[in-house]
């Protein structure tokens, strides 16, 4: 468990709990061999992978990948989910050969029998003993800004977290331990837009109780940034500025806040917020904070008429060179832009590749490279399940390049006893 910010942004908690509210259907259509057959065995019993986190070093893609089985019990309408199972998947994107000889599985990360409900599995909040049982011994694993893969697990009688960092070598890995990290306490509710945290997950904001403070997440430590505080504190004081998407690049520099088209106030439907004196439309206008300026730039959105409202851009922010870039994307373009549109890059999809569209998916900002990775999953078809194949799009901005290539992770485990399992994979030991 992360000491804050524990619950994943709130697209792609939906996209995957709309995926996993249609399994019971959706399974069907699958293969005997996928789902469980036998007389005494649940109505249904399906396996499932799911890609938790995901990293690009070099040419080698990391991803922590969770294994589990869902059913639903006799009797019953709504899933359980238990014999959650977590694993370092590494592959070689450079090497021709086939993921079986260019990828290796690492782990168990953990292992947790517990059953729980499937909606607690999906969205990491719990709603009886069973759900906080197993959430509780799933320790959280997670990127560095490195690539080193960190383990937080809680240590109740310190009232703190361990941190762990993982060693590998041929053999094996090794968990070290780096430090503590301190707990943030927080009521907030999961969603809430007083909190906010950078892409890569390492530095976040909080706003609680007419408090705001700034975070290093992974140690728990405070980050004295009155810049920052101010200007987060202010731009969630602002009248009818709510249901709002939020930015924060990791250089600390750049705040960004995208409203919704529409904030639906107990009934009250808001399609204009005031800054200083001016209205403006929530569905042409967002606000950019850059360091050291005190005041916000307004600037111009662009919506497609039937773009569905968690779809709606920007998409990210990131600082190239100390400058604010905001992205957008759509099924055809990508661009980078500075809010005043003084700076445009823009790449188009090659008609031959086709790329996959989703705009949820997450990215990482090589700055060195200058270089914008973005992750994509496969889509739900009839005979294939969510995050089976993850696609890498690499975009140098510099020369406005675009390639990608696909690593099909499901191919590195076999089904068995009704669970997907690694067909190999080097242990890991504790230190």
């Not at 509780?136 to 893969?149: E, H, I, N």
């Amino acid at each position: 468990m992360m000491p804050s910010m524990r619950t994943p942004s709130l697209a792609p908690s939906l996209a995957r709990l709309a995926a996993r509210a249609a399994i019971v259907g959706f399974a069907a259509l699958q293969p005997l061999s996928a789902r469980s057959t036998e007389p005494s065995s649940p109505r249904l019993m399906s396996a499932h992978i799911a890609i938790r986190q995901q990293f690009l070093a070099g040419n080698e893609l990391r991803l922590v990948v969770e294994t589990s089985r869902s059913w639903v019990p006799r009797g019953e309408r709504n899933l359980r989910t238990a014999d959650a199972k977590g694993y370092l998947v590494r592959v070689d994107l450079g090497s021709s050969q086939p993921i079986a000889n260019s990828a290796t599985v690492v782990g168990p990360l953990w292992d947790v029998p517990n059953d729980r409900s499937d909606i607690s599995f999906s969205s990491g909040e719990t709603f009886d003993k069973k759900d906080t049982a197993a959430r509780a011994a799933t320790p959280d694993c997670r990127f560095d800004v490195d690539g080193t893969l960190l383990r937080f697990i809680p240590a109740a009688e310190r009232g703190l977290l361990a941190r762990d960092e993982l060693a590998l070598s041929p053999a094996g890995g090794t968990w070290k331990r780096q430090g503590d990290t301190r707990l943030i306490p927080s009521k907030l509710m999961p969603g809430s837009e007083d909190r906010i945290r950078t892409e890569t997950g390492r530095y976040g904001v909080l706003r609680e109780d007419g408090k705001t403070a700034c975070f290093d997440l992974f140690t728990g430590e405070p980050i004295d940034d009155p810049w920052l505080s101010k200007r987060f504190a202010e731009a969630r004081s602002i009248e009818t500025l709510n249901n709002v998407r939020l930015f924060l690049t990791d250089d600390l520099n750049h705040l960004v806040v995208s409203p919704i088209e529409i904030w639906n106030q107990a009934g009250r439907l808001h399609k204009w917020f005031k800054l200083d004196g001016v209205t403006y439309v929530r569905s042409e206008a967002g606000l950019a904070y850059s360091r050291p300026a005190e005041k916000p730039v307004v600037f111009e959105r662009r919506l497609e008429d039937d773009e569905f409202w968690l779809a709606q851009g920007p998409h990210g922010a990131i600082s190239i060179a100390g400058q604010l870039f905001l992205l957008e994307r759509n099924e055809t373009m990508m661009r980078l832009y500075t809010p005043d549109l003084g700076k445009e890059i823009v790449t188009h999809e090659p008609p031959e590749e086709g790329w996959e569209y989703n705009r949820f998916m997450h990215f990482q900002h090589i700055a060195e490279a200058k270089e914008l990775v973005l992750f994509a999953t496969n889509e739900i078809t009839a005979t294939a399940r969510p995050d089976e194949t993850m696609r890498v799009l690499r975009w140098r901005y510099e020369t406005n390049t675009l390639t990608h290539a696909d690593a099909r992770i499901v191919e590195l485990f076999a089904l068995t006893n009704g669970q997907l399992k690694p067909k190999s994979i080097v242990p890991i030991v504790q230190e």
